[in-house]
């Protein structure tokens, strides 16, 4: 691979991690096809990752210069005398720079899935303890009602899940109001949507700060959301979830649960209303993320290939 295809990999990876998901939370068609737009933000934060990493494998590879016999060299004196020393440490700090990337996304998936946990294990031992439902109901169930005039409802995934509703939820809210805010957290567990805000976070928090998109996190902590309305919406119609949605705006949540409210409520409530179908729209979402996905892919692994047969016929 040549310096070349390096630098095209590095404009990809900026291009990814900055300017493309600033365009892209910036749309207003993601809110009508909430599924493929999340597909495409994995697309793309998953291309930013790969592209980053090829940058720097790319560069690296150039260390493997043909010795005097003809093989790729693999020790350092016989890659000094090949390239120079200059030329040499200059592929040495980018693949130094290229592991230690690798290394610190690594620390930030590790650390955001073990923090993560570690919150939501206490908390779920707190509202088991404040469940004001009777006891029995509560070992068959992983619904747990806790005291607070306040209209409060929340999930913690995991392997033991809950779905936390208040007093003040069940005295204020309709029969189909607390149905469809049920769904709403029940289809957060069941899709496992705190995975995916896990990866996202941790991705956030490996890339530098100078090159990362702000506002990538937030969109796809509205999308998950959005897609927990529409399952609640295809049982208890628009109405009964927007009077929950509202009644829930202004509660409180703890850090690692996944509320029915939050700072987006109104543009959620005004997306109930919108019937129009997006289906050309979902199409041509899954179609930029599978070419996202496959032309990385294909550019990184066709000049790999390239080097191992050159490697091994020599």
């Known amino acids: 691979m040549n310096p070349t295809t390096a630098l095209a990999f590095a404009l990809t990876a900026l291009l990814l991690a900055g300017p493309v998901p600033a365009v892209l939370a910036r749309a ?66 980018v693949f130094a720079i290229t592991l230690f990337i690798g290394a610190r996304l690594i620390f930030s998936i590790a650390s955001v899935a073990v923090r993560t946990r570690r919150r939501r294990a206490r908390h779920r031992m707190l509202v088991d303890l404040l469940d004001r439902r009777d006891p029995e109901r509560s070992r068959t ?100 979830l927007a009077r929950a949605l509202v ?6 949540t703890p850090v690692g649960a996944m509320a029915a409210g939050g700072p987006h409520t109104l543009t959620r409530i005004q997306r109930l209303s919108d019937t129009e179908s997006a289906t050309s729209i979902a199409i041509a979402a899954y179609l930029a993320s599978v070419a996202i996905l496959v032309v990385p892919t294909v550019a990184v692994a066709a000049p790999w290939l390239t080097e191992l047969s050159r490697l091994f016929d020599v």
């Open 28 to 93: 207003a068609w993601p809110y009508r096809a909430p599924r493929a737009a999340l597909v495409l933000w994995q697309a793309i934060a998953l291309a930013a990752v790969l592209s980053a990493f090829s940058s720097g494998l790319a560069i690296a590879s150039r260390l493997l210069v043909p010795g005097p016999d003809g093989r790729p060299t693999t020790a350092p004196l016989e890659e000094i005398d090949a390239l120079g020393m200059p030329l040499w440490l200059l592929y040495v700090v």
């Open 247 to 252: 009644a829930c705006a202004g509660s409180s």
């Open 141 to 240: 169930s992983n619904l747990r009602v806790i005291e607070s005039a306040e209209p409060i409802a929340y999930c913690l995934p995991g392997l033991r899940q809950r779905v936390v509703l208040s007093e003040g939820t069940l005295a204020n809210l309709s029969r189909d109001e607390v149905k469809a805010i049920l769904m709403h957290e029940r289809s957060h567990l069941r899709a496992r949507h705190d995975l995916v805000l896990e990866a996202f976070t941790a991705v956030n928090t490996a890339f530098p700060l100078v090159v990362r998109s702000k506002s990538a996190l937030g969109c796809v902590q509205l999308l998950v959301e959005m897609l927990a309305d529409d399952s609640a919406v295809r049982v208890t119609g628009p109405t009964p």
